[in-house]
């Protein structure tokens, strides 16, 4: 088995570092035969993104923009593509993976004969490995190129990470690291009772109920993304759902921000739109936190947070797309918090008691089955 | 009522009529314009100085161009009070001026210098620079008003003959003049003068210093009067050097005092007189302090006709006066009065003219009643005539202008345009306009506006003038320069504008401003349209010159690393693709080439100027305020702005040969000789002489002349 799987990673480099010579390739005859060198790179834009309606996730549309290098917009862009594939190229060869910040240190120098950097900061430099997984066809791991672990898992599962099992239910108070490549032939599910997934947002109210052992008393798993979940983060909740079975609760902030992880996490991202196969939950559900909580609740006026400007913006944006657009739901639950004009963190119900989300607010949701989806 | 007037008459003690008319005389002109010396330029010592020699060098040039003399002028300015204080505001300076033109016959002397309004330039039509007959008498009667001296007057008429020596003293009485010494002398030019200083004897040793070979005829005008001088704007100088701009075809001579007056309040009304710096003539040069504006072209302005009036020019009553000194002198029909006084008038205009007048073609001219008169001239303006004819006028036209500016002015680029003649009240005139912008030019001060009439500069009364107005009045934001509302535009910009006509309404005697008619108006800012455009062309092509060049510059900087990586990764060899996008990104930014050729030179297009109009200097190229404005947000810039090149600067070139030293740096030729104007292409010089002039101290021998750097027609490049 162990050697099947290098056989193929073999193969999948081969593969891999093929495309990239190809890319190469092109450039140079561009070059030597005096036609201006361009990169065609699949565009990951909110216009290039299809809504599938039947599978309930976005897809990437198979339109492209042209990279030319003679072309002021485009030119820096143009070389740092190719340091990046000069880079990745070079990673495979050595077998070797590295960070994000890794790549983006490996291509940062002053161009040669001026104090420009070919790279500023990392986030002129991911977008850029972005594009050529797109480019390529080629995914991250395939590029050999890893993000940090973020978000975290505790709950009645046990799984196998490169060989060493997990039990993720002796994971003390940090729970399991969520890798940011989580594939079967990195990570495998031995042994899972848990019946469900609670998703919360944030770390700190992942600790809350870890502190609380909410996942021992619902026989569930417990994880967060920090946020916008990472690839890794989704990924694996993806694999879950699918190979297991669990349904995925998210307990999310009522806010655009919150909406929109939640509807990320359902049916992918527009900048990701070409892996959401392997990413989006078309079923998974929200909890709350919901604009009618702050009555139901009867939560202190302290915990309202206004609404900017851009918040309403936002709102009717995500309002607006053909996911929610037809949803009543989901219409009347954005109408209901810009009606309310503010917003509510999850932390908030911690007005009421420390433990209130976790003994009283999700068990009675739970049980009544009120959620959105 | 009546026992009212009586009484305040009796108190009063009014004058009667009769009383009255004992006092009541005539007024000599020269009483009037002693009086009232202002009205002719004489208003304080300064302007004294500078107005009397305008006079005399006018004079001289207008005297050379009639006899079809090459004009070879001297100006001597000597100090007569060289020990006063320094606090002294002014001083006593003998001025003489001499030329090489025709001479003044001997019983003309005493009218033209002892007589105000005596002139011969008054009552014809044909372009000159005096026109009044007041000028040179006017300059006599201030210096006998202000130090009690006559005029020295040599002139020599014939050149075999002797020399007229003649000194008078205006009675200004009787506007006649008063000679106190009259003999027939050798000695021309005066010998005296070769000896003044060290400068005037070096330069004398070697000819060129009032020879008698090219002083043959002429005259030689000295007066002596109360004055100041002190160089910047409106001065002696300034006059000179620009006088040398408008006429190429002289060579003058100047000889200033040995003591400059020290600036003080007086000096403060004439601020700004420094900045004039910029706009020296450099194409002088200096020997032990004798400054010479050498000739920049050896032909004579094209020579002039003189015309008769046009009808349409004419007023109803000179037309009555004209019909009457023709029955007085001719006694012919109306029909040969008509062709014979008027321009453009054809027998079969002059018969339609005589039946419109009610009168046949045998009418006698002086049987015309005033009635018919008056149809005649209604029928004037009714009539469809050919304009005046436009050989009274001798325009400097572009080439000269652009010759004139070029060595006036350091700047990078220059454009004229000479529109065709054009009539206001019948008279003929034609417009010329030129503009100098960039190199040395002062970025942010308002324009400078240099004015001309008949190849006069006009120094004083600006805002009066109606060049300047016309300058205001053109919209130079379209031609991608700063004008604030109702003002000069602002920016390394100067702006020449030259009126020729037969006659040139001056505002005052003083001749300081052309008086506003609107065709005059009209036709000036044509022509500085014309010029602006030819500006506004080359700023956008500067721009996109310098925007290809940011370009390649962006492009360069990253073929280096992509050839690198895309090596690296197929294992080619990383120069030849270098060198293949290198040819490429050359390509792709070519425009930004048209300065990086042999010498940094854009040279295509026409060969001659005169169809352009236009004159390039690169080298004087630099970043001004303008390119800021244009490559300001909308254009385009890369993602991320390399801080290695300052805004402005120039482009990074692909020749090492490149990196000139910036063009403020560059020395210009002091010394261009005349023949600094022949087609020729100057190589850069090995020396590099500095830009201003030592007088401390002053070289016997001229230094060595480097070659001229500038050269005009095929040096400069032209687009
Ligand atoms: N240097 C000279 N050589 C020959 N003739 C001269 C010279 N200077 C003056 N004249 C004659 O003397 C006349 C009078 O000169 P003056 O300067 O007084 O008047 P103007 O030049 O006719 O008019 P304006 O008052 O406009 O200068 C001139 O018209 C010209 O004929
Ligand atoms: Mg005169």
Redesign the interface.
């Known amino acids: 088995m162990a050697k099947k799987t290098t056989h193929s990673i073999a193969e999948r480099d081969a593969r891999t570092q093929h495309k990239?010579?190809e890319?190469?390739?092109d450039?140079?005859k561009m070059?030597?035969s005096?036609r201006?060198?361009q990169l065609s790179i699949p565009t990951r834009t909110k216009s290039n993104t299809l809504w599938n309606r039947k599978k309930g996730i976005l897809e990437m549309g198979d339109g492209t923009a042209d990279r030319p290098?003679?072309d002021?917009?485009t030119?820096?862009?143009?070389?740092q593509t190719?340091?990046h594939?000069?880079t990745i190229?070079?990673l495979i060869e050595a077998r070797k993976t590295s960070s994000l910040r890794g790549v983006f240190y490996k291509a940062k120098h002053t161009?040669?004969?001026?104090?420009?950097n070919?790279f500023?900061t990392q986030d002129e430099s991911d977008p850029i490995l972005e594009d050529l997984e797109v480019a390529l066809g080629a995914l991250r791991e395939e590029l050999h190129v890893f993000a940090e672990n973020r978000g975290s898992m505790v709950g009645n599962i046990t799984i196998v990470d490169k060989g060493d099992e997990i039990d993720c239910r002796r994971m003390g108070s940090g729970g399991y690291a969520l890798p940011s490549i989580v594939e079967p032939d990195v990570i495998q599910f031995k042994k899972c009772e848990a019946k469900f997934i609670l998703h919360v947002e944030k770390g700190t109210v992942w600790n809350r109920f870890n502190e609380d052992r909410f996942w021992e008393k619902h026989n569930c798993i417990l994880t967060h993304g920090a946020g916008q979940p990472p690839r890794g983060c989704r990924r694996l909740l993806q694999r879950l759902n699918q190979e297991l079975g669990l349904p995925i609760i998210c307990v999310l902030d009522s806010d655009p921000w919150g909406h929109y992880i939640y509807s990320v996490i359902k049916q992918g991202s527009i900048s990701l739109a070409f892996e959401s196969t392997r990413l989006a939950i078309p079923e998974a559900k929200f909890l709350g936190i919901r604009a009618k909580d702050f009555r139901q609740c009867g939560l202190d006026d302290a915990v309202k947070i206004d609404l900017t400007e851009n918040d309403i913006k936002r709102a009717r944006e995500i309002a607006a797309y053909p996911w929610f657009e037809g949803h009543k739901g989901w219409q009347k639950e954005i109408q209901a918090m810009l009606t309310n004009g503010f917003k509510m963190e999850v932390e908030s119900l911690i007005t009421k008691d420390i433990s209130y989300v976790t003994e009283v607010y999700v068990p009675e949701r739970l049980k009544a089955k009120d959620w959105l989806d | 009522m009546d026992a009212v007037s009586e009484t305040t008459a009796k108190r009063r003690k009014g004058a009667t009529a009769e009383e009255l008319a004992t006092r009541q005389r005539d007024i000599s002109v020269s009483e009037f314009f002693a009086k009232n010396r202002h009205l002719l330029g004489f208003d304080n010592p300064r302007k004294a100085l500078l107005t009397a020699v305008k006079e005399a060098v006018d004079n001289s040039l207008d005297a050379c161009e009639e006899a079809s003399i090459v004009p070879e002028i001297a100006v001597i300015i000597e100090d007569l009070q060289p020990e006063r204080p320094a606090s002294a505001k002014s001083s006593r300076y003998r001025l003489t001026v001499i030329d090489n033109g025709p001479g003044i016959v001997r019983k003309q002397v005493e009218n033209i210098f002892g007589r105000l309004l005596y002139g011969s330039k008054f009552h014809r039509l044909k372009m000159s620079r005096g026109q009044q007959g007041i000028g040179i008498s006017a300059a006599g009667m201030y210096g006998l008003i202000t130090t009690g001296r006559p005029m020295v007057i040599h002139t020599k008429p014939k050149a075999g003959g002797p020399a007229h020596h003649i000194e008078l003293a205006m009675n200004t009485k009787t506007n006649r003049a008063e000679v106190t010494t009259d003999d027939e002398v050798k000695d021309f030019p005066p010998a005296r003068l070769a000896g003044l200083s060290s400068g005037t004897k070096a330069l004398s040793a070697e000819g060129g210093f009032l020879s008698t070979e090219a002083f043959r005829t002429g005259t030689s005008v000295s007066i002596e009067l109360e004055g100041r001088y002190q160089r910047g704007r409106g001065s002696v100088d300034e006059f000179l050097e620009l006088t040398a701009i408008a006429n190429p075809h002289a060579r003058i001579t100047f000889v200033p005092p040995s003591r400059e007056s020290s600036e003080d309040d007086e000096g403060s009304i004439l601020a700004g007189a420094e900045a004039s710096a910029a706009t020296r003539a450099t194409a002088t040069t200096e020997t032990g302090g004798v400054v010479i504006y050498p000739r920049g072209v050896h032909e004579l302005p094209p020579e002039t006709r003189e015309i008769q009036p046009h009808p349409k020019g004419i007023e109803l009553g000179i037309l009555l006066q004209m019909l009457k000194d023709y029955e007085a002198t001719e006694k012919g029909s109306l029909f040969k009065f008509l062709q014979e006084r008027f321009c453009r008038v054809s027998s079969a205009t002059a018969a339609q003219m005589c039946k419109a007048a009610g009168a046949t073609s045998r009418t006698r001219a002086g049987d015309i009643e005033a009635p018919q008169a008056e149809k005649l001239f209604q029928f004037f303006q009714e009539v469809r005539l050919p304009p005046p004819p436009t050989d009274c006028l001798a325009p400097i036209g572009v080439r000269q202008l652009l010759a004139g500016l070029l060595k006036g002015v350091r700047a990078e680029f220059y454009a004229a345009s000479s529109r065709s003649a054009e009539v206001y009240r019948g008279r003929p005139f034609q417009i010329e306009a030129a503009i100098a912008f960039g190199g040395d030019l002062p970025a942010d001060d308002p324009a400078r506006v240099i004015r001309f009439a008949n190849r006069v500069p006009l120094l004083f009364q600006q805002s009066a003038c109606s060049s300047f107005k016309a300058v205001l009045e053109t919209g130079w934001k379209n031609y991608n320069l700063q004008q604030p509302r109702g003002s000069l535009p602002a920016g390394p910009i100067v702006i020449m504008l030259h009126m020729a006509s037969v006659w040139v309404p001056f505002t005052s005697e003083s001749k300081e401003a052309i008086a506003d008619y609107d065709e005059i108006r009209k036709e000036m800012k044509l022509a500085l349209m014309e010029c602006g455009r030819k500006l506004g062309t080359y700023l956008n092509k500067r721009a996109k010159m310098r925007r290809e060049g940011e370009?390649r510059d962006?492009?360069e900087?990253?073929?280096?690393?992509?050839a690198?990586?895309?090596s690296?990764?197929?294992g080619?060899d990383a120069k030849?693709?270098y060198d293949?996008?290198h040819?490429?990104?050359k390509r792709?930014t070519a425009v930004a080439d048209q300065q990086l050729d042999e010498d940094g030179r854009v040279v295509r297009g026409q060969e001659d100027p005169d169809d352009d109009g236009v004159i390039i200097v690169p080298e004087a190229m630099t970043g001004g305020p303008v390119d800021e404005a244009m490559s300001g947000p909308q254009s385009?810039?890369?993602?991320?702005r390399?801080?290695?090149r300052a805004p402005g600067e120039r482009p990074a070139r692909a020749k090492p040969a490149a990196s000139s030293p910036p063009a403020k740096a560059l020395p210009r030729a002091k010394h261009a000789s005349p023949k600094a104007a022949s087609p020729k292409r100057a190589s850069k010089p090995a020396s590099k002489p500095s830009g201003k002039p030592a007088p401390a101290a002053p070289p016997k021998v001229p230094p060595p002349r480097p070659a001229p750097r500038r050269t005009f027609p095929d040096g400069p490049t032209l687009f």
């Not at chain 2, 900087?557 to 992509?562: F, N, S, W």
């Open positions: 990239i010579v890319l190469a390739k450039i140079s070059t030597l005096g201006e060198p290098l003679f002021l917009k030119a820096k862009q143009f070389m190719m340091l594939a000069s190229k070079d161009v040669a004969g001026t104090k420009e070919t500023d | 370009r962006v492009f900087r990253y073929i280096g690393e992509i690198k990586a895309v690296a990764i197929t080619e030849r693709l293949a996008l040819a490429q990104a792709k385009e810039a890369p993602g991320r390399p801080a290695t």
